[in-house]
């Protein structure tokens, strides 16, 4: 015989008995429970106090279940099997030969009984102590609840984890796999009855606050497993000398559906306070199926689903209009989090899927709360803006994506306030997630953050316009994101807006950078044609409003004359990543009264860009030093519809057909031809080509590909002349030396959207040209490595550490690690000359012989770490 104990909730379980029944011939049996505490009210309600229902058996199987003393099903809110230890005999019954029957719960929506106290202490037990009864215990009072309603309190506690609590039905939690429980309870401090308002940044034992623990445990091959876990924490406002919030979500994951004792409770004060509990509450909290993912993103009245990520405080800003402020950050990326709890069977958060995120923000001085405008153009330092960031978990790898970038604003729309704005596309990670949160975060420590109307909405699809904020009517260039954060390209919303609007934006600066937007990937199948159109007009950058006159018939973006460009690139797809640059169509440009002028432009989806799992469009690309590009009414229009649908439209596109384009504006000095040559894979062979005119294709990213004339020498050697060269998806340009600059002199590439056109000259017959491929890649380590040892005097195994465990991005840490040297603030000036100096060799006391070298050892000898000799400045 095996003998096994069956420990279960006291509270309602005095009239229950054990069923055992053994499968093999049906034969029953009834085993009551004990419990010596039932007329012993301290011991009864304290909660390792429990009932047992023990029994030995012999070998066989089992089915167990509970009844009431009416033979009727029953379940004591949890069960816990207990074995003793293993017979000295063969043949007996083990863990996995028994199973316990759970009757269906009636009702999940609400784990708590009597959680308004008004039955009293019912179901309520506490952690004061078993037999020891000096110290007080648990009391329902009437009169002072909340609205004098009766509340518990929990008296003369012994230490700071003494609470109250009660256990959870196990079988909802065996039932709600993946689903979320919302946890809130009020309550108040109290010390010789004066109330204590306690400090819920703070970890010290006088003045911390209180927060709600659950007690999980289970016997995993007849050993008992312990465990304890946080879920809810003391909120924000809790100033009031009153009645106080304590609020979190408990998802019930794998752990917690496996679990045979859920004992929560409420724990952490300081043990010379009573706590004074009402509105007890852990309520089934519906996962996201469809509108915002965030929860209170606009602070209404109190922090709920918030918490501090780092160590910071916060709290609300009544004057702003329930904002929340952050301040006491020791470091940028300290800030606030909230945990998104998504109901992912419900198909709402699927690859693929498109949210757009927005959130407010504005900045102020710790020292006196002088407010400041943060710098768009700064990745770090005191004017450094807020970020928003997603963080994905997931068994195969976490995922940290920063989505939400401060975009430009018009003055007389911001109120004082910075926007955050960005595009969501649900990756596969993200849509199979194990839990995901977003952070806000950012400003320098040095700045307190307010934060409002922060919030991530779901977007319907819909190909028939892709373009959102394509007038910029909202004032502000949101879901606009620039290719470089740190001022590489100049971007401003500007009122010039065309046809009397009353905003546009403003792209200056001769760059490869670039102002894009990320497309809906779904709507680009082989076949459809899209149309692109935009309002233009070029100003003057000495007074912004000054027009600039383009030539329509320039092809080439390194000539300042020529007309803007629209870009669309495809990155992520079958082929290497590519860009398609789209010229106006429009032969004659026609301007408006306020200076623009319609851009046209109509391209079909090929194979190519059908394939990419990223596709944006992109604006300001080479604006010319002493021009600025205003840009209104960006728009791409579905020209053709997608596959058949299971029912009929309703109506035809709006968009029109412009019939048949115009004739070509693309002048070129040579014939086109039609054969594309592609760069070779790296490591293979070369590719000759024939003499005339070739059409090259770009290279892909990562690579490098060269055209060079290879022939020989008087001397019979081999010569390698360099022509042209093309690498990481960029045209092909002309390489440095004579024959290249003989080749191209009054001429240019022609460049085209699937290649570059050139005229190669006949060979004396021994020469051949020749197209190579090669790739290249560096590790981040190395590329620290190789960064340091170019700025500094050494690389250091710390210093190269650091920047390698940062959660930047290689350019981004670089851009910080440079702008902390110029901040004297961040790490102080050093002088070279003065260590020069300080290692100089000192005049010696004697004379001695002149450029001898002496033995370490020998008197007068100098021997230094530091040594200056004539290669030093030739790093």
């Not at 015989?1 to 029944?21: A, E, G, K, P």
Request: glycine residues 6%; hydrophobic residues 30%; negative net charge.
């Amino acid at each position: 015989y095996h003998t096994v104990s069956f420990i279960v909730d006291q509270t309602d379980t005095i009239d229950y008995s054990l069923n055992i029944t053994r499968t093999t011939d049906g034969k029953e049996i009834l085993v009551g429970g004990t419990y010596e505490f039932d007329d012993d009210l301290h011991r009864y309600q304290y909660y390792d106090n429990r009932r047992f229902f023990s029994i030995s058996l012999p070998l066989g199987s089992y089915e167990i279940a509970f009844l009431k003393d009416d033979l009727e099903p029953a379940w004591p809110r949890f069960v816990l099997p207990r074995w003793e230890g293993i017979p000295q005999c063969q043949g007996f019954v083990s863990a996995s030969e028994i199973i316990l029957l759970e009757p269906p719960s009636l009702n999940c929506d609400q784990l708590i009984v009597n959680g308004n106290m008004e039955q009293g202490t019912y179901h309520w037990q506490h952690r004061n102590g078993n037999s020891d009864t000096i110290y007080g215990g648990l009391v329902a009072v009437d009169g002072e609840g909340i609205d004098g309603s009766i509340a518990l309190r929990h008296y003369n506690r012994r230490n700071g984890y003494a609470g109250i609590g009660q256990d959870i039905d196990t079988r909802c939690l065996h039932q709600s796999l993946d689903k979320f429980y919302e946890i809130e309870v009020w309550f108040r401090l109290e010390t010789n009855t004066i109330p204590f308002v306690c400090n819920p940044f703070s970890n010290s034992w006088d003045v911390r606050c209180p927060r709600i623990t659950i007690r999980k445990q289970r016997y995993v091959d007849e050993i008992l497993e312990n465990s304890y876990e946080h879920y809810a924490n003391t909120i924000v406002p809790n100033d009031s000398d009153h009645f106080n919030l304590i609020h979190g979500v408990v998802k019930v994951d794998e752990y917690m559906n496996s679990i045979e004792r859920a004992w929560i409770y409420i724990e952490n004060a300081h043990q010379d306070f009573d706590f004074i509990i009402d509105n007890f509450s852990v309520q089934r909290l519906p996962g996201i199926c469809d509108g915002n993912l965030v929860r209170n993103g606009n602070f209404d009245s109190n922090g709920k689903f918030w918490r501090p990520y780092g160590d910071v405080h916060y709290e609300f800003d009544v004057p702003s209009g329930q904002a929340i402020k952050v301040f006491n950050k020791q470091h940028p990326d300290d800030g606030i989090y909230q945990d998104l709890y998504i109901d992912k069977d419900c198909d709402f958060f699927k690859t693929g899927e498109r949210f757009l995120i927005t959130g407010r923000f504005r900045i102020e001085s710790t020292m006196d709360g002088t407010p400041y405008e943060c710098d768009r153009t700064m990745s770090d330092g005191l004017l450094e803006c807020s970020s928003l960031l997603l963080k994905t978990k997931h068994r195969d790898g976490d995922l940290n994506t920063r989505y939400a970038e401060t975009v430009a604003i018009a003055s007389d729309t911001s109120e004082g306030w910075s926007l955050m704005a960005g595009i969501l596309t649900v990756n596969e990670k993200q849509a199979d997630h194990d839990g995901m949160y977003l952070r806000l975060y950012g400003p320098h420590e040095s700045m307190n953050v307010f934060y409002d109307d922060i919030s991530i909405e779901p977007i319907s699809k819909s190909c028939e316009s892709l373009v959102y904020n394509d007038n910029f009517e909202t004032g502000d260039s949101r879901f606009w994101k620039p290719s470089s954060s740190s001022g590489s390209i100049d971007f401003h919303i500007t009122s010039q807006g065309a046809g009397g609007s009353e905003y546009a934006l403003l792209i200056q600066k001769y760059t490869s950078h670039r102002i894009y937007q990320e497309l809906d990937t779904r709507c680009f199948e082989e076949g459809q044609e899209f149309e692109i159109t935009a309002l233009l007009k070029l100003v003057n950058v000495t007074d912004l409003i000054a027009p600039v006159v383009c030539n329509p018939s320039e092809a080439s973006v390194y000539n300042s004359d020529h007309c803007p460009t629209i870009t669309i690139r495809g990155k992520n797809c079958d082929v290497p990543d590519f860009e398609y640059k789209f010229w106006n169509t429009n032969d004659e440009l026609e301007y408006d009264s306020n200076g623009f002028y319609r851009y046209n432009n109509v391209f079909e989806v090929d194979q190519d860009l059908a394939s990419c799992a990223d596709v944006y469009v992109e604006l300001g690309r080479w604006v010319h030093e002493g021009t600025a590009l205003v840009v209104d009414d960006v728009k791409i229009l579905q020209r053709t519809t997608l596959s058949p649908t299971l029912s009929p439209t309703f109506s035809p596109t709006e968009s029109i057909d412009a019939g048949p384009t115009s004739t070509p504006t693309i002048k070129t000095d040579a014939p086109t031809t039609s054969f594309l040559f592609t760069c070779p894979d790296a490591g293979t062979s070369p590719i000759e080509l024939p003499t005339g005119p070739v059409m090259l294709q770009h290279a892909g990213y990562g690579k490098l590909c060269t055209l060079t004339k290879v022939g020989s020498s008087d001397a019979g050697n081999e010569t390698v002349v360099p022509i042209a060269r093309s690498y990481d998806n960029n045209s092909w340009e002309k390489s440095a030396g004579e024959f290249a600059t003989s080749l191209f002199y009054g001429k240019e590439i022609l460049c085209y959207i699937s290649g570059c056109q050139l005229m190669l000259p006949p060979t004396d017959g021994s020469a051949v040209y020749l197209l190579s491929a090669y790739t290249y890649s560096l590790s981040e380590k190395d590329q620290y490595a190789r960064f340091l040892e170019t700025a500094t005097f050494g690389v250091t195994k710390e210093e190269l550490d650091s920047m390698t465990a940062s959660s930047r991005n290689v350019n981004e840490e670089i851009a910080v690690w440079v702008s902390n040297q110029m901040n004297e603030t961040v790490i102080p000036v050093t002088s070279h000359r003065q260590n020069w100096r300080r290692g100089l060799n000192p005049r010696v006391p004697t004379s001695t012989s002149i450029g001898i070298p002496h033995h370490p050892c020998d008197k007068n000898s100098r021997w230094r770490k530091i040594t200056f000799v004539r290669n030093d400045n030739m790093w």
